[in-house]
């Protein structure tokens, strides 16, 4: 799979796909050696059989899986992937938890004016 990675993207899923992509590649599987040639600068332009014979390591198979999603290197994916998952884990002040709940507990006009002062609008 290339393409832009998902919303919420898995580390511990892109690893397995860098360990099946590895083991893909020592039981030389035709199938993929497009990906590698590809996505690995060390092999693109080698004929197919010379990439399922060449020497391909995990980190081959872990740089295959960054370039495919548009990363330079396994390390800035995974940096990238840290990065976004502990934004997305950010606590939720007291404060606005204690807004919102208040916000639902209110009915319709009364929801919406105290919406628009905690917006300043």
Do not use: C
């Amino acid at each position: 799979m290339s393409g832009p990675l998902p919303a919420q993207p898995n580390l511990r899923q892109l690893k397995t796909r860098a360990k099946d992509l590895y083991k893909a590649h020592q039981q030389a599987n035709p199938e993929v050696v497009q990906r590698i040639a590809n996505y690995h600068p060390r092999l693109s332009g080698l004929p197919d059989a010379d990439i399922l014979e060449v020497g391909f390591s995990l980190q081959d198979a872990q740089l295959v899986i960054a370039r495919e999603h548009g990363f330079p290197s396994w390390p800035k994916l995974t940096a990238y992937i840290a990065k976004s998952t502990s934004s997305q884990n950010v606590p939720f002040p007291e404060e606005a938890a204690t807004l919102v709940r208040g916000l639902l507990a209110e009915e319709g006009a009364q929801k919406a004016a105290v919406l628009l002062t905690v917006l300043g609008l």
